[in-house]
C-alpha cells in the first residue's frame, strides 16, 4: 500500500485499511494500531496569528477563525475578566446549547468509518488480539 504522506492524504477508510493491512503483516502491534486509531475531540490547540491587515486571527476554536483587531481583542477580555459573560450564560443556561452541532463528514470522515465496521472486523480484530 502507498506510504500516506501530507501530499498524498488519504481518507479515513484508507487510513483504516492500512492499519488493518500492517496488523495482517505484522508490522505494528494491535496496541499500536488501537494508539493510532484513537480520535481525539479537538485535536488542536488554539494558536494565533497576525493577518495582513494587522489583525489577530484566533484558530482552534470553531470551523473559522476568530478575527479581531487590539481594541476589540481588550474589550473582549475586560467583559470576560469582569465576570458578565459567565454570569449570562448561568443567568440563561437553559437556552443555551451545550452540545456540539454535528459534523457534515465527522472527523477526518472516521464517522463513516466507525459506522460501516461490521460484527465479522471487530470479530476479526478480537481474534488479533487474542493471539
Excluded: C
Excluded at 61 to 90: A, F, H
Excluded at 115 to 126: D, F, R
Amino acid at each position: 500500500m502507498t506510504p500516506i504522506t501530507p501530499k498524498n492524504k488519504a481518507t479515513a477508510y484508507q487510513q483504516l485499511a492500512q492499519i488493518v493491512d500492517d496488523i495482517k503483516q505484522e508490522k505494528i502491534s494491535v496496541k499500536q494500531a488501537m494508539n493510532k486509531l484513537q480520535v481525539k475531540e479537538n485535536s488542536t490547540k488554539p494558536y494565533a496569528k497576525v493577518s495582513r491587515s494587522g489583525a489577530v486571527a484566533l484558530f482552534g476554536i470553531s470551523k473559522d477563525p476568530i478575527v479581531l483587531y487590539e481594541s476589540q481583542w481588550n474589550r473582549l477580555i475586560k467583559t470576560v475578566q469582569s465576570g458578565y459573560l459567565t454570569k449570562y450564560m448561568e443567568y440563561n443556561k437553559d437556552r443555551i446549547s451545550h452540545s456540539k452541532p454535528p459534523r457534515k463528514n465527522g472527523v477526518d470522515g472516521v464517522d463513516e468509518v466507525v459506522q460501516s465496521i461490521n460484527v465479522e472486523t471487530v470479530e476479526n480484530v478480537n481474534m488479533l488480539m487474542n493471539k
